[in-house]
């Protein structure tokens, strides 16, 4: 196998065809069940930051998504049965809408909501890992930045979001899983900290576009 391998596919059923352990850890960001596959907004903020929201976006291109499906529903309870079973280990991004395990080794997101704006202060990520609450800090779209990073995915993740989870609980060869890649930040990140990965995407247009994204952003470095 090549160290990053994209398909184009359900994972669910790909699950089913590995054996136990057979991934070191899983770090996956299953549909939280909310809606936001398109056009859907997800920015709540206080009056106050309106205007100062506004002036930022202002002359700058806003990112446009085209409406899908998959944010309808959680993933069944087989899904839950299948990735515990093929992988030692699991992050779960979106963690609080699932009915997972006791842990006390949350990740918390904070998105820096004194600098910027955002749906919320911040995400959480249920981890299998015996190991306090870590939390990483990054800031999307705000004050301090001058341009909006383009984003390809209405839920895209920022690869040093994954780069952070590859750095503190996972080791450099190991064998990754993501079952809904979306933009495929983790294929970025896994690349460049030399971690092996597996990762699935169903949807043939977001697939494509992971695809060309990582061919372009891993060539630059070869450039280089
Ligand atoms: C929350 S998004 C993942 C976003 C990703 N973490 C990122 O950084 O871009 C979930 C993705 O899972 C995909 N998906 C939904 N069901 C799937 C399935 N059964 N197998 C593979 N991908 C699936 C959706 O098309 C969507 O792109």
Redesign the pocket.
Known sequence: MTDIELIH????QALKGYTDNHFDVAIV????GLGF?GEKTSMTISPNMESERKKFWKGKKVNQYTK?D??KEV?PKEYWDELFRVSKNQIV??GNHFELPQSRGWIFWDKKMDKGFSLADGELAWTSFDKGVKKFEYLWAGFKKKKPIKRI?P???PIDLYRFCLKYYTCEGDLIL?????????AIACHYMKRKLIG????KE?YDAACKRFKEQTMQQALW
């Open positions: 596919g359900d994972s669910l960001d299953p549909p939280y596959d899908k998959w944010d993933p991004w979106g995915h839920t895209q993740k993501d079952t809904h890649l979306g933009s495929g930040s983790i699935y995407e169903i949807d977001y």
